[in-house]
């Protein structure tokens, strides 16, 4: 196969580019086609989609951590958004990527809290540039969320990563569908199920308040997870990694309008401005 045939799959993370999470992502699609890896050139978790003004933007080539075939990798001064921004902007040769990896992340990404998280913001990037797009977390305790801990076995991830990027690469996502989130159960295997759910309502980290004696003092927020997995809706993605121990496969869309009754919630708020309700 000539290169210009070769598929581009881009790969980002929240972790940084330091991490092992993104390099099992990397290895799993070793000789799939001309692999290119633009991350954080620090620690991200936590930026959503952001793009803050001060970021610089540097671009640092890297040397990948091992043999990974046809592989180029860069780390950006920036956020994964940012990071995803300029690979298509300025390192993908013109060549439009044909699937986007974020991840592999440290935690799960699951419920209400995922704008929040840079996995899946970058994932959110590249699918309104036109790339087909996964997000891809593997569940961890807490204390390994921002570490680059060796001790976390990304295999059986990165398995189902390729599986469902092979998918993506020769299939085009139904409409209303942009980013497929994939949460995996740290004890999962090459053949643990999955299932295709829906994004939970419920909160499964909670702000903790910050210690200090005045408001002046330097205090960070910190988080906590506090979450009943019993009470989480049975077609959710809370439901299905933390109660039933599967891969929770969850479809989002960029259109975040509500699929509320648009004529019942005009009614509503006619009768709310005519009436002072």
């Not at 958004?81 to 699937?99: G, I, K, M, T």
């Amino acid at each position: 196969m000539a290169d210009s045939a070769k598929p581009t799959i881009l790969f980002t993370n929240d972790d940084g580019i330091r991490s092992p999470g993104l390099w099992a992502a990397v290895a799993a699609f070793r000789g799939v086609g001309r692999l290119l890896v633009t991350a954080p050139r620090e620690q991200q978790s936590g930026m959503g989609r952001s793009m803050p003004h001060y970021s610089e933007g540097r671009i640092h080539p890297y040397t990948p951590p091992g043999d990974f075939g046809d592989c180029l990798a860069y780390a950006v001064d920036g956020t994964p958004a940012q990071a995803v921004q300029h690979a298509v902007l300025e390192l993908a040769e013109r060549q439009h990527p044909a699937l986007l990896v974020s991840g592999i992340n440290y935690g799960e990404n699951t419920g209400n809290g995922v704008t929040i998280s840079g996995t899946v913001g970058a994932a959110l990037e590249g699918a309104s540039l036109g790339i087909r797009s996964i997000a891809v977390s593997l569940q961890t305790t807490t204390d390994l969320h921002l570490s680059h801990s060796e001790d976390v076995d990304f295999r059986p991830a990165a398995t189902w990563t390729r599986h469902f990027g092979d998918w993506l690469i020769s299939h085009a996502l139904p409409d209303d569908v942009d980013v497929l989130k994939i949460d995996v159960p740290w004890s999962a295997t090459e053949t643990t199920d999955w299932r295709l759910t829906r994004l939970s309502r419920r909160r499964v980290y909670f702000p903790t308040r910050p210690e200090r004696l005045t408001l002046s003092d330097p205090a960070k927020l910190g988080y906590r997870y506090h979450a009943d997995p019993d009470l989480a809706e049975p077609d959710s993605d809370v439901y299905a990694l933390l109660h039933d121990g599967l891969i929770s496969v969850t479809p989002i869309s960029l259109d975040l309008t509500s699929r509320t009754d648009m004529f019942r919630l005009r009614q509503i708020l006619l009768g709310s401005q005519a009436y002072g309700a």
